[in-house]
């Protein structure tokens, strides 16, 4: 095999393995949103049975990924990787093309929630891969042996890379690209443009033999109705046409209360799987709702449930902090279950994860100082802290 020749397999597997390795990191630093990813794989596909197991498989999915772009770019285990990677590409490949020709409204998910790309986009960066993996892979053989050190690289940067999923599973992301990210304003919170009409509006719920009905201010029912109660509800045709993310939620009675969240320090506690808690679970939640009312924060426990189905009689002193919203709002506002998010006048400042709550003298001090300071802090570190952890594994990778 020519000098030339054995350069462009070598370079077409590093970029195959640049791709692999970026791919499983983005999805592996936020495993809940891969899980979700495959949940939704699971129901186009018409398996949604498995749907219980699309956490795991996100995660071991995504390890193979980065495994196996380890391996290509530190040129180690070259036939193993080498088929691994053909077999993953050639199946997605194939299942980009099935979601090009129908078009689901989904993500394709292939850099989690980093990079987003329509699913023709995907398709052709698929069949990219496919075209370097001809190049890189074929014919199959004289893959050529590499020095005995690049074994020492793959493993640091594997073990690396496992410690990093094992964080990433314990904890909130360190970088977050979900809607509710750090700094972004809720819609509730979001002032109207001029001319532009109010993201909610007041309706009357109306009662007439048995039934309710919603009605507005400009279209009452005739005297035949009861008047039920009053609702602030928000305007569905506005959800489509604003960047601001919607924290919508309603107390027991069903009234909207979004704006309890724009209040000048909000702490809100989110529990998108109720029964999934632990009773020290939910007495650790109950002390923090405890404590950041004692430092001055309005205090609110969403839960993705419904009053009839919330144990309020089995989880005494929560009752007073609980409000109800849906499922896809809170697992996307913080990716533990039982995670607790700091808002301040509508803007979101900082998350925690369930198993790190603020302490009692935290949530005095962020309550006395500068919103601001404390965002920028936060969201920092994370970034920063995501940044060393891609340079290092790529300085192993590459000069070990």
Request: net charge neutral.
């Amino acid at each position: 095999m020519s000098g030339i020749h054995s350069g462009l397999r070598r370079a077409s597997a590093f970029l195959i393995g640049v791709v692999f390795f970026l791919s499983g990191i983005f999805k592996l630093m936020d495993p809940v949103g891969a899980g979700l990813v495959v949940g939704e794989y699971f129901n186009f596909f018409h398996v949604g049975f498995l749907k219980g197991a699309s956490l795991p498989v996100a995660v071991i999915l995504s390890f193979v990924e980065a495994l196996t772009g380890i391996a290509l770019i530190t040129g180690v285990y070259r036939k193993l990787a080498a088929m691994v990677a053909a077999l993953l590409t050639a199946f997605f490949t194939l299942v980009t093309l099935v979601l090009w020709i129908f078009n689901p409204a989904m993500d394709c998910g292939c850099f989690g929630e980093v990079i987003h790309l329509t699913h023709a986009q995907t398709f052709l960066k698929n069949v990219g891969l496919c075209l370097l993996a001809a190049v890189a892979f074929l014919p199959a053989r004289d893959y050529g042996k590499p020095r005995n050190h690049r074994y020492a690289a793959f493993w640091i940067v594997a073990v690396s890379t496992a410690v990093f999923a094992a964080y990433s599973l314990r904890y909130i992301p360190l970088m977050d690209f979900t809607p509710f990210n750090t700094s972004s304003k809720l819609m509730a919170a979001a002032p109207a443009a001029e001319g532009e009409e109010d993201a909610y509006v007041s309706t009357f719920i109306y009662e007439k033999n048995g039934k309710q009905g919603v009605f507005t201010l400009d279209r009452l029912p005739d005297s035949t109705w009861t008047f039920v109660r009053t609702e602030t509800m928000l305007r569905q045709d506005n959800i489509q046409e604003t960047d601001y993310p919607v924290l919508s939620f309603t107390d027991a009675e069903g009234t909207y209360c979004d704006s309890l969240a724009c209040d000048p320090a909000v702490m809100v506690v989110s529990v998108y799987d109720v029964e999934a808690l632990s009773t020290p679970g939910w007495e650790q939640i109950r002390d923090l709702l405890q404590m950041s009312e004692k430092a001055g924060f309005t205090t609110l426990l969403l839960a993705a449930s419904t009053p009839a189905a919330f144990p309020q009689e089995q989880l005494p002193g929560v009752g007073k902090y609980l409000y109800f919203a849906d499922y896809r709002t809170l697992i996307s506002l913080n990716r533990s279950n039982g995670g607790a998010t700091y808002f301040n006048d509508g803007n979101l400042i900082r998350k925690w994860a369930r198993v790190k709550y603020p302490r009692q003298k935290d949530l005095d001090w962020m309550y006395q100082h500068n919103s601001t300071d404390v965002m920028l802090a936060s969201d920092s570190r994370g970034r920063i802290t995501f940044q060393a952890f891609i340079l290092y594994a790529f300085a192993m990778m590459l000069f070990v």
